[in-house]
């Protein structure tokens, strides 16, 4: 079993949500430190978002997965081709694996959109559903 932090459409509520169903949700949490930033991938055939280095916090949720659905999700996310997965620290005082965005990226990428949020008072990002 692993930790899995995730940030957009694999969250509750979202479009890809059921790809977690074999997960168990643990709630939801932030990154630990002020060192990332989330952008938009705005190609077809619907934006999704991406972490990148920066100087914020990253909102989202925590599950535990096996590493068979880790592998699964490595072929959804195109691990190694768009995100490489990585350990990130988080404000419960856990350390689990994230998808960060291999930027500069060959999608294309914004670091404006309307499913991006940002409260200033916390200095932190979070994928918000529009629909």
Not at 25 to 32: N, Q, S
Not at 43 to 67: K, R, W
Not at 83 to 97: C, F, P, V
Request: with cysteine; net charge negative; glycine share 8%.
């Amino acid at each position: 079993m692993a930790l899995l932090f995730i940030y957009g459409t694999l969250m509750r509520g979202f479009h890809n949500a059921a790809r977690l169903d074999l997960g168990h949700f643990l709630g939801p949490v932030r990154t630990a430190r002020e060192e990332c930033s989330m952008v938009a991938c705005v190609d077809p055939p619907y934006p999704f978002p991406g972490v990148i280095a920066g100087h914020s916090h990253i909102a989202g949720e925590l599950y535990d997965v096996s590493t068979h659905l880790l592998r699964l999700l490595d072929d959804f996310e195109l691990e190694g081709q768009e995100y490489m997965r990585e350990t990130i620290a988080l404000n419960n005082g856990e350390h689990a694996q994230y998808y960060r965005l291999i930027y500069p990226s060959r999608l294309t990428v914004v670091d404006r959109h309307a499913q991006i949020d940002f409260n200033k008072g916390e200095n932190c990002y979070r994928w918000v559903n529009v629909e």
